[in-house]
């Protein structure tokens, strides 16, 4: 409770003083803090945030442009259609360090070099977001998070587009992407399939905190570099690594290995209904969302939608939409070839593969008994 009320009457006291924007000292700072990554998956990638130093005023405070709110009604039906609001918040420099050191997570500080009146031009930016209907940004996974939109903001006030990807851009989203979930596999598995092509396109983007973090060590201003100082605040460890057997593809290979070794018609039935029911999301929620990233998702040619209405006919009915998902399925995985992806799918397709042609199989041995 006391540290409640502390945080409270920091927080009122910040507001007067933001409220008044105070001129900045010569000796005021502004840096970029670029924290490590976590367990949850929304910290499967880190953070971005800004801290303003300033002793002369008694300031130092941490712009965090990553904030949202889990109570806020249908949280995850607007995270999913793409318009869930995230919002700018500000906190004491004590508060926000104390959050990562508990959590064990790195954090690193770029302190940039940039004249007073620039330092007092970002601040006075930040303070307007704060305070205003800027407050509030819908969130896009690649094109607007917490570290574009402390790129834009320093590009702004610089006056030029200075920060720029240093990193490869010629390897995929998908693949920049992959790394991070390495010892998260079902993270791993949902992300690639309900991600559809886009992610697939080259990453030019500047998006990921430790991409902004490579860039401002190479970033120069009028010659110099535009980092001054860069030191580890929060040492933090690496992610436990280790391997699980239920957490490997090699689980799932198992499990759909005992699906087709059963050869139940129930089973491989339920089986077919369920992934069908799946690429059936997967084509709505391409349409529903303003994610970008959820459109054109080819991952449909393999959880195929038409699984759905299999179980349901005969005849050349059956035989026909065997064949149609087949062809779809060798269309796959003409597509997946190259993919960062295709290990992981290799288990579904074989699967999809081996329970298709068996269904052909039977039908050519007694096309009037299959429904």
Same mark, same amino acid.
């Given at each position: 409770m006391k540290k409640l009320?502390?945080? &409270? &009457?920091?927080? *009122? *006291?910040? *507001? !007067?003083?933001?409220?008044?924007?105070p001129p900045l000292s010569e000796n005021a700072s502004v840096s970029i803090f670029t924290c490590g990554r976590g367990n949850e998956l929304y910290t499967t990638f880190g953070h971005t945030a800004i801290r303003i130093k300033d002793d002369?005023?008694? !300031?130092?405070?941490?712009?965090?442009y990553g904030a949202f709110d889990f109570?806020?009604?249908?949280?995850? !039906?607007?995270?999913?259609?793409?318009?869930?609001?995230?919002? %700018?918040?500000?906190?004491?420099?004590?508060?926000?360090?104390?959050?990562?050191y508990n959590e064990n997570r790195e954090v690193v500080e770029q302190t940039l070099n940039l004249p007073r009146i620039k330092k007092q031009e970002l601040f006075e930016k930040l303070n307007a977001s704060l305070f205003s209907e800027e407050r509030n940004y819908t969130y896009k996974f690649i094109d607007k998070n917490c570290t574009t939109m402390v790129v834009d903001k320093v590009n702004e006030t610089i006056g030029?587009?200075?920060?720029?990807?240093?990193?490869?851009?010629?390897?995929?989203?998908?693949?920049?992407?992959?790394? *991070?979930?390495?010892?998260?596999?079902?993270?791993? &598995?949902?992300i690639n399939i309900i991600f559809g092509a886009k992610t697939d396109s080259k990453a030019e983007q500047l998006f990921l905190p430790v991409e902004l973090m490579h860039s401002l060590d190479k970033a120069v201003v009028n010659g110099k570099p535009l980092?001054?100082?860069?030191?580890?605040?929060?040492?933090?460890?690496?992610?436990?690594?280790?391997?699980?057997?239920?957490n490997s593809i090699y689980f799932i290979a198992?499990?759909?290995? %005992?699906?087709?070794?059963?050869?139940?018609?129930v089973v491989t039935f339920t089986y077919i209904f369920i992934i069908g029911l799946l690429g059936l999301f997967f084509c709505l929620v391409g &349409?529903?969302? !303003?994610?970008?990233?959820?459109?054109?998702?080819?991952?449909?040619l393999l959880f195929n939608p038409l699984f759905l209405i299999l179980p349901f006919l005969s005849g050349k009915w059956f035989k026909n939409l065997l064949l149609v998902s087949t062809v779809m399925l060798l269309i796959y995985f003409g597509v997946m070839i190259?993919?960062?992806?295709f290990v992981l799918m290799l288990p579904f397709m074989f699967a999809h593969g081996f329970i298709l042609l068996r269904f052909l199989r039977e039908y050519k041995k007694a096309p009037n008994l299959i429904n």
């Open positions: 009320l502390l945080s &409270l &009457l920091f927080l *009122f *006291f910040q *507001f !007067l003083s933001f409220a008044q924007n002369a005023n008694n !300031l130092d405070v941490v712009y965090n109570r806020a009604p249908n949280f995850y !039906l607007k995270f999913v259609k793409g318009d869930l609001q995230y919002f %700018i918040n500000a906190t004491s420099y004590e508060d926000f360090i104390v959050e990562y030029t587009d200075l920060i720029k990807k240093v990193d490869d851009t010629t390897i995929s989203y998908r693949a920049l992407l992959y790394p *991070f979930f390495e010892n998260h596999f079902y993270y791993k &598995l949902g980092i001054t100082k860069k030191e580890v605040i929060v040492k933090g460890s690496p992610l436990e690594s280790g391997f699980s057997f239920m198992l499990l759909l290995l %005992i699906i087709v070794a059963i050869n139940k018609r &349409l529903y969302s !303003l994610h970008e990233e959820l459109l054109w998702n080819y991952n449909a190259g993919k960062p992806h």
